[in-house]
């Protein structure tokens, strides 16, 4: 069964630094890799679909990478803005249904 | 256009009671999807529609729990006999295909049960 792990649970940085977040998962078989972001009490917004054959993508100011041999994903983000303080979540596709297995998430706070 | 939307965006009901949630994907999306966000689950996949394919239902949690699409657009999700751990956010998503392709996520719905 594929789990999808998110380190670190939380994330608090000063405004202007680079940060990165992990995701980790036990099983490379998966269809494509998205990351999320999610503020307090809205749905999600998608940043960044990465196809299994794909090594990553960017948009702006984020960078997303995908390692399907080490089963690792990383989201880079460049001179973060208190803006940018949300939940970020990671999430699995694993077949051409397109549903999704999500990780925990990480709760970013970017102080000003 | 319009996003994915939601309604109601809160209900609260008491333990027994059947409840209906509403989605209305965007136009045109073929691949709809219900996810449930609870404080201890995370965020879990319950049923995948796709144009005029059998459901994908693998992931609703017991029997109580139904999904049906309309034409291939609106999607109500129902939940018979509401029970404590029901409680939670009921999110709706919608692709324009399945598989590769970015889902969109409604705002979402917040059951409480009483």
């Known amino acids: 069964k594929q789990e999808v792990t998110q380190i670190p649970a939380a994330l608090s940085v000063p405004e202007g630094e680079n940060l990165v977040l992990n995701c980790s998962f036990t099983?490379?078989?998966?269809?494509?890799l998205q990351w999320f972001r999610q503020d307090p009490g809205k749905g999600l917004t998608s940043l960044l679909l990465?196809?299994?054959?794909?090594r990553e993508q960017t948009s702006g100011r984020l960078n997303a990478s995908l390692d399907k041999s080490s089963g690792r994903s990383t989201l880079y983000i460049a001179a973060s803005q208190p803006g940018d303080s949300a939940t970020y979540l990671c999430?699995?596709?694993?077949?051409?249904?397109?549903?999704?297995?999500f990780g925990q998430g990480t709760t970013l706070q970017v102080k000003p | 256009g319009a996003g994915v939307s939601q309604s109601p965006s809160n209900k609260v009901t008491e333990k027994g009671k059947d409840v209906e949630l509403r989605c209305d994907p965007i136009?045109?999306?073929?691949?709809l999807y219900w996810y449930r966000q609870s404080l201890g689950q995370g965020l879990e996949f319950l049923i995948y529609?796709?144009?005029?394919?059998?459901?994908?239902k693998s992931g609703l949690p017991s029997d109580r729990f139904s999904a049906e699409r309309t034409g291939g657009s609106v999607s109500t999700l129902t939940i018979q006999r509401t029970q404590q751990e029901d409680s939670a956010v009921y999110l709706c998503?919608?692709?324009?295909?399945?598989?590769?392709?970015?889902?969109?996520f409604g705002p979402g719905t917040r059951l409480t049960v009483l």
């Open positions: 099983d490379s078989a998966i269809y494509n």
């Open positions: 990465i196809q299994s054959s794909q």
């Open positions: 998503a919608s692709s324009l295909g399945a598989g590769g392709s970015t889902q969109y």
């Open positions: 529609f796709q144009g005029n394919s059998a459901p994908d």
């Open positions: 136009s045109g999306h073929t691949a």
């Open positions: 999430a699995l596709g694993e077949s051409n249904t397109g549903k999704l297995i």
